[in-house]
């Protein structure tokens, strides 16, 4: 049997990163009404529709986030 003493040093670090995302799910967000850019629909976005900006409906928006550019 071998002694890894020095891994278990390294997932001190990795703690870290997981907290970002516990934060995500925590409180219900403040949701804004608007329409997707792609499809049409009236969606619900956690954060305020900027004009400028298209804003996607959950459908689209796994669809571009699995998309590759
Ligand atoms: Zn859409």
Do not use: L, N
């Amino acid at each position: 049997m071998e002694r890894k003493g020095f891994q278990r040093d390294r997932g001190h670090s990795r703690d870290r990163g997981s907290s970002r995302e516990g934060g995500f799910s925590r409180e219900p967000q403040k949701m804004y009404k608007a329409k997707c850019s792609e499809c049409d629909m009236e969606t619900e976005v956690p954060f305020k529709p900027d004009p400028d900006r298209p804003v996607y409906c959950r459908e689209c928006y796994a669809k571009r986030k699995s998309r590759k550019f």
